[in-house]
């Protein structure tokens, strides 16, 4: 970076994690570099307005202004509960021009700065607590946090049913994390995968510390939310492949979920990198914990728990056991004793109890 830039824009371990993927993928050190950084564009910053606390007399200037029924006792009334709202946002609101906005400026009750504003944020959650974990779940978090407090390295791999409740493993796990100040990332196969991710996400930890980055946020918006983990403002990212190079400085707990799917594979551009390996990587630079986790894990990633490469944690039951019932029916059978029917009998009969008890029925194609 020149001698005129305020801090790097990269830091010396993901130049290091650059120079390791340029040697691991056969791809040059721009290329490398432009995988790691996102496009830089502009920060968007908006005209704010606030009370002037630093105004000598100030309190006596506000009695003066609220003394009489002018616009400028409006924009006064809609600022003394201390907010900073931006001057376009007071004119739309409350319907009036400039004037009389520059003119409680000039008394000095007001005071205009300009602050940032990140594109893409989040809406307000209703907060949800940690639901009580069963023993399996238990057990894996005292696994991942005896790695989180000791900076072991060795990855983890979760091999998990479906519904044995893995989210709530790595959501305790993260709690852990944020307690004793690291950061952390969470990658998910696809991007259609990320809304629901994040609404648990946001509702358990707070729209503060949560961020998204994938690549269907506008340029604009992927550029505020890696600048927002370069500056610390968050703790927690998430998004599929590409999220693998968020810039935290104190990164602990990496959570690859689903870690058997292909997207984490990038084969269409260079560098054609795998997250599962670059996570591996940012452990050895940062002393962080790499989680996967799949209810079918790749052959690669079992086989190294099973040579102790992984530490594997098996959770072999669903939550509160809720498997659900499931019958085969040999449509053969149907056929000989005269069902001509695409549906079996049996499953006639289950929609029209269904029916009958104001439920509602889903049934799946092989096909459109």
Not at 141 to 170: A, C, F, M, R, W
Not at 284 to 302: C, D, K, M, R, W
Not at 320 to 333: E, L, Q, T
Request: net charge positive; with cysteine; proline share 4%.
């Amino acid at each position: 970076y020149s001698v005129t830039d305020k801090e790097p824009l990269i830091s010396k371990k993901m130049i290091e994690l650059a120079y390791w993927m340029k040697e691991k993928y056969y791809c040059s050190i721009g290329s490398a570099i432009m995988a790691i950084t996102p496009k830089i564009v502009k920060e968007k910053a908006f005209k704010c307005v606030s009370v002037n606390k630093k105004c000598e007399n100030l309190s006596e200037k506000i009695q003066q202004v609220l003394k009489k029924q002018t616009k400028q006792k409006v924009v006064l009334e809609m600022l003394l509960n201390g907010s900073v709202v931006p001057v376009s946002h007071i004119k739309n609101l409350l319907g009036v021009t400039d004037s009389p906005i520059d003119s409680l400026v000039k008394k000095g009750v007001l005071v205009i700065e300009n602050v940032q504003t990140y594109r893409g944020n989040f809406e307000y959650r209703n907060r949800t607590i940690a639901p009580i974990l069963n023993e399996e779940q238990t057990n894996a978090v005292n696994v991942l946090n005896d790695s989180i407090d000791n900076q072991n390295t060795k990855p983890i791999l979760i091999k998990g049913v479906t519904g044995s409740g893995k989210t709530e493993v790595y959501m305790a796990a993260i709690e852990r994390a944020l307690q004793i100040g690291k950061q952390c990332i969470v990658l998910v196969p696809e991007i259609s995968l990320t809304p629901q991710t994040v609404d648990r996400f946001l509702s358990r930890f707070g729209e503060e510390k949560i961020a998204v980055l994938h690549s269907k946020l506008s340029v604009g918006e992927r550029y505020d939310q890696w600048n927002r983990a370069r500056k610390n403002e968050i703790s927690v990212m998430i998004g599929p492949r590409s999220a693998i190079f968020t810039p935290f400085e104190n990164l602990g707990l990496v959570v690859i979920d689903e870690e058997h799917e292909t997207t984490y594979k990038s084969d269409q551009q260079s560098p054609k990198f795998d997250a599962r390996e670059v996570a591996e990587k940012l452990g050895e630079l940062y002393n962080s914990v790499t989680v996967l986790g799949s209810a079918t894990p790749s052959i690669t990633s079992f086989y190294k728990a099973k040579h102790n490469i992984y530490k594997l944690v098996q959770l072999n039951n669903r939550v509160n056991n809720a498997y659900p019932d499931v019958k085969i029916v040999d449509m053969r059978s149907e056929l000989a004793e005269g069902n001509k029917s695409i549906f079996s009998r049996d499953l006639q009969y289950n929609i029209s109890k269904a029916i009958s008890n104001g439920e509602q029925i889903i049934l799946f194609l092989n096909r459109r």
